[in-house]
């Protein structure tokens, strides 16, 4: 089992719907969870992090958290053709940042 | 702010030789972090640094790879001698805190590896 997994894609969304990113973790002790967005042949860039359970909301951006299920998740509102990237889920187990191999999503004007 | 530097940008040696990658955290940034990104892949963390001592390093292959932050500022890694697998981006990271504060890591534009 990986330590981090996210749901396989290409994921295909029209623009203005709603993208929903999910990803699952096995370290019950996980206590922080990222999620960054990374463009081709670009670096991660940091969009979102959330330690609690819940919801947590920054603009178009949602993070859900549910410590419970071990699963942790990213909603785009309004979806635009400049979200279209991969977007990588991160969580942490002690000092360690373990990443998933994302998800690589595109907005289709 | 100033964000990670890194350098090179882009590196093409031969298989067996030697090459090294240098970072530059965000100022006041205490904790340091080297991943390789292999295409297709999430990053994987290589070796962790606070300050200039050593936190993680238990996924560097040290019979081939080596890393230092002597002064607690910038760091270097290094590669010697590269085999074909070694093709990758190695990425820098810096975070304020220490490692286990677990505040959001930034990181810099890497160094894109390819051995021929």
Redesign the interface.
Known sequence: QKE?EQNSGPLSVPEGAIASLNCTYSDRGS??F?WYRQYSG?????IM?I?SNGDKEDGRFTAQLNKASQYVSLLIRDSQPSDSATY?C?V?S?????????TQLTVNP | EAGVAQSPRYKIIEKRQSVAFWCNPISGHATLYWYQQILGQGPKLLIQFQNNGVVDDSQLPKDRFSAERLKGVDSTLKIQPAKLEDSAVYLCASSSGTPYSNQPQHFGDGTRLSIL
């Open positions: 981090v206590q922080s990222f670009k670096s991660p860039e940091l992090f330690y990588l991160a942490t002690g000092s360690r940042l373990t990443f998933g191999e994302g």
